[in-house]
């Protein structure tokens, strides 16, 4: 069964460094997301991404935040400065577009952003 | 702002019942619907998708739509203790082309041997 994977599992970073969080999104999809979770909170929307640009992005994306997707199988989270705010799981989460089954979103196990 | 409402719980049910969990939504014109199985710790599984109204049922699990109410609804029948998670309700907006996901807060989910 294809997966969607993530690295690192856990980053622990000093408040204001960059930070780039990696994705390899289900091979033959073409839509991904990035989602963070605030222990204790809701899985929340940031940005979504399509045919090499970004199609919608949150209020939490701010200019801090970029994506990328550097080859044809890696895509990228980086957050330039760290916030003590920032600490939270990040899941990548991909796509298909095949009908209705196409809007069913898988997502990756997540990485743990600990800024401190 | 779109919601998606659910209560958090935690739902306690006895090994073999059926546990019943509830979600709506503000967003009337909302046509994707899904449920997510999280354990703690870990991240969002997909257990069901529905789109039209009525029930979708798929092992032990039967999702069930009501458009007019708004409601969208998860039952797991032979509950085992191994569903003890958080479940979260998931919804893609109106006209929303990035078809991003709008997730509720979850509820807890508690199996009792």
């Known amino acids: 069964e294809p997966e969607v994977t993530q690295t690192p599992s856990h980053q622990v970073t000093q408040m204001g460094q960059e930070v780039i969080l990696r994705c390899v999104p289900i091979?033959?999809?073409?839509?991904f997301y990035w989602y963070r979770q605030i222990l204790g909170q809701k899985v929340e929307f940031l940005v979504s991404f399509y045919n090499n640009e970004i199609s919608e992005k949150s209020e939490i994306f701010d200019d801090q935040f970029s994506v990328e997707r550097p080859d044809g199988s890696n895509f990228t989270l980086k957050i330039r400065s760290t916030k003590l705010e920032d600490s939270a799981m990040y899941f990548c989460a991909s796509r298909g577009t095949s009908g209705r089954r196409g809007n069913e979103q898988f997502f990756g196990p997540g990485t743990r952003l600990t800024v401190l | 702002q779109k919601e998606v409402e659910q209560n958090s719980g935690p739902l306690s049910v006895p090994e073999g019942a059926i546990a019943s969990l509830n979600c709506t939504y503000s967003?009337?014109?909302?046509?994707?619907f899904f449920w997510y199985r999280q354990y703690s710790g870990k991240s969002p599984e997909l257990i069901m998708s529905i789109y039209s109204n009525g029930d979708k049922e798929d092992g032990r699990f039967t999702a069930q739509l009501n458009k007019a109410s708004q409601y969208v609804s998860l039952l797991i029948r032979d509950s085992q203790p191994s569903d003890s998670a958080t479940y979260l309700c998931a919804v893609n907006p109106w006209m929303d082309s990035s078809y991003k996901l709008i997730f509720g807060s979850g509820t807890r989910l508690l199996v009792r041997p």
């Open positions: 967003d009337r014109g909302s046509q994707s």
């Open positions: 091979s033959n999809h073409l839509y």
